[in-house]
């Protein structure tokens, strides 16, 4: 159960108001209660001081004139408060009464008198006797009178009488209380109603002011900033609308702002991904670029022992066409036959360099996979290379494994001969300042994969060397021998083969092994 | 009858080569001798040796290096490269490379293979007139 401010406040009001309300009443009545009874005591004096003095007058001084003595005491007994006004003789017999039935009564009969009160005042000197009952309703008089009555004997004696009132204030205080609770309930409902219009404004100013605010700072909490307080007044909580409301706003250009740098963001990150792709494409043209270098730069060195290849054959010719023309008689028909015989196979030499040559250079990624024999792939490789090696005095061991001469493998074949002239170079340019130089191919194969194997004489590659020897422009060579680009493009080439091409660290020698699947669609 | 006495060594790595020149030295009338390589051609060299024809790019120890021995320790032997056009990748062209050979050497006559043979004969005819 919550507490209401806007409730507690008109309660409490009611509250004092009712209280207030009621003591209003008392007071009010009490108050009216003493003035009546001191204005009845004084007139009820007057009245009857008054009546005392005529009766004196009536039934002392003259002849005893009881009916002019009734008359007056009728006269005073008009006042509708006065219940009993009795003469009594001295034997507490009524004389005369306001009531007819009363007289030749014993006043003891007549409830209210009382015989010894009336005796007190026979026989004190007091003018008067006079008090309220106990509950105060009720004014109680006895005045001495003196009545000139006959006796028995018909001659008149004066005697001690009693003049008896009994006066009620009841109508009067009544009235009075009616008054004192009129005025109270009035009082009480202006109050009430003050009551009822604080509290009505408490709930029209603040309650109902409030429960919006709060509406909305739910919704806020919820999220929505399209409610808002919007309350009208200088007070303090049209105040505090007006800040909620700015602050509904705030929020919602913070929010705006928000959405605006998530879509910038949206934006820049479209741009970035824009650019990255720019810059994927041109590491692709770089990556193609670089393939062709890279090709370039094989082919570039084995243009120089190509040339050697090509050109050591054709001297071979000159020196041999050379001694055919200056061939003389001694010469016979058969030494001419065999140079004539060593021309032609020395041409044929040579077109198969330019063969092999021819084919090597041809290859690209976009090659299709074709069924190869591996010794074609090897014959083309070593047909170019060859010549290096010899003039390096390096010596070139090829060794076929498991039948490997017999076996076709699915693959580019020119790319797998470029690898393989890759790694030969490399370890042409490792060895071919040692003592000791000396490069193995060997060829393995299973059912399901070949592996070409290249290990030449130098002291192996160094673990730290070893990663990062893929990367590309990574080279340990001089800028003019080397590029960087050809172990990254022959892994690349092996990768798209789904084979591998791999360091041989447990191999004392360095050891480089491509292996390749034997069928293969490329990915 | 001079010609024979004129002694020639042959220094070049490939063997058809070799024995393809010294034949028709042989058949000029010289007397040739051959060897392999620039430590082989070391070996056999001595005064007697009037010429010495030479390949540029051998194994062991080059045509380059052979010659500038000669030249230091036999100034009076004449000399003759041959260039196979063979691997130059740290010089520009071909041509700085056969400049730079003769440079090297104090070489004049520098033949690229494949050389006319009479070119050579006559070469050598004038060298050793």
Redesign the interface.
């Known amino acids: 159960m919550r507490l209401r401010i806007v409730l507690i406040i008109p309660l409490v009001l009611v509250l004092l108001s009712t209280g207030f309300s009621l003591m209003f009443y008392f007071v009010t009545n009490g108050q009216a209660a003493n003035i009546i009874r001191n204005q009845d005591l004084l007139k009820v004096k007057l009245d009857i001081t008054r009546l005392q003095n005529i009766l004196y007058s009536l039934l002392t001084e003259d002849a005893t004139d009881l009916e002019t003595a009734r008359l007056n005491l009728s006269v005073t007994a008009m006042d509708n408060n006065i219940k009993k006004l009795l003469v009594t003789a001295e034997n507490d017999v009524v004389l005369i009464a306001n009531r007819y039935n009363w007289e030749n009564l014993s006043a003891n009969s007549i409830s209210g008198y009382k015989n010894i009160e009336a005796k007190k005042i026979k026989l004190s000197n007091h003018q008067e006797l006079i008090f309220a009952d106990e509950e105060e309703t009720l004014l109680i008089g006895y005045y001495p009178v003196v009545i000139k009555l006959e006796n028995v004997e018909g001659f008149p004696i004066k005697q001690r009488g009693v003049l008896y009132i009994e006066y009620s204030m009841e109508n009067k205080l009544l009235k009075a209380k009616r008054v004192a609770l009129n005025q109270s309930a009035t009082i009480g409902m202006v109050l009430f109603g003050v009551s009822f219009v604080i509290g009505l404004m408490l709930h029209m100013l603040v309650s109902r002011r409030l429960s919006k605010l709060t509406l909305v700072a739910k919704e806020i909490s919820k999220g929505n900033l399209e409610l808002k307080s919007n309350l009208r007044g200088n007070d303090e909580l049209g105040a505090l609308s007006s800040a909620f409301d700015e602050m509904i706003d705030r929020r919602k250009i913070a929010e705006k702002e928000l959405r605006h740098v998530n879509e910038n963001l949206e934006e820049i990150v479209e741009q970035r991904s824009d650019e990255l792709e720019e810059k994927k494409q041109e590491l692709l043209e770089t990556q193609a670029h670089a393939h062709h270098a890279s090709k370039m730069s094989a082919l570039g060195e084995m243009a120089g022992g190509m040339a050697h290849e090509i050109n050591s054959p054709l001297q071979a010719i000159t020196l041999l066409t050379y001694k055919l023309k200056k061939a003389n008689l001694s010469t016979s028909a058969e030494q001419r036959s065999e140079i004539a015989n060593r021309i032609d196979e020395t041409v044929y030499r040579i077109s198969n360099i330019i063969e092999s040559l021819r084919k090597m250079s041809r290859g690209s990624s976009s090659d299709p996979f074709e069924v190869a024999a591996l010794k074609d792939i090897v014959d083309n490789v070593i047909g170019i290379t060859k010549e290096r090696y010899f003039i390096k005095g390096i010596i070139l061991k090829i060794i076929y494994h498991d039948n490997s001469e017999t076996v076709e493998a699915e693959c580019q074949q020119t790319l797998i001969g470029q690898i393989i002239i890759n790694l030969l170079n490399n370890a042409y340019d490792a060895v071919k300042e040692l003592e000791e130089k000396w490069i193995k191919l060997e060829i393995f194969s299973d059912d399901e994969k070949v592996d070409f194997v290249v290990t030449d004489s130098g002291k192996g590659i160094s673990e730290e060397l070893r990663e990062k020897i893929f990367d590309p422009m990574f080279t340990t060579k001089s800028i003019d021998e080397g590029t960087g680009l050809g172990l990254s493009l022959s892994l690349e080439i092996a990768r798209k083969h789904n084979g591998s091409l791999t360091v041989d660290a447990s191999s004392i020698n360095t050891r480089f092994i491509l292996s390749i699947p034997r069928f293969n669609k490329g990915t | 009858m001079s010609k024979k006495s004129k002694r020639i060594l042959i220094v070049d790595?490939?063997r058809?080569?070799l024995t393809?020149?010294s034949?028709?030295l042989e058949?000029e009338g010289y007397e040739a001798i051959t060897a392999e390589?620039g430590i082989q051609a070391l070996e056999v060299i001595d005064n007697n040796i009037d010429l010495v024809v030479s390949d540029i790019?051998?194994?062991?120890m080059d045509g380059i290096e052979l010659c500038q021995i000669i030249r230091d320790k036999f100034p009076d032997i004449k000399m003759i490269l041959i260039s196979?056009?063979?691997?130059?990748?740290?010089l520009k062209s071909n041509y700085d490379y056969l400049e730079t050979a003769k440079k090297l050497t104090g070489v004049d006559t520098l033949l690229k293979?494949?050389?006319?043979?009479?070119e050579l004969v006559s070469q050598i005819n004038s060298k050793l007139k």
């Open positions: 790595d490939v058809e080569i393809g020149i034949s028709i058949m390589n790019l051998m194994p062991e196979g056009g063979g691997r130059q990748s740290n293979k494949p050389f006319n043979p009479e």
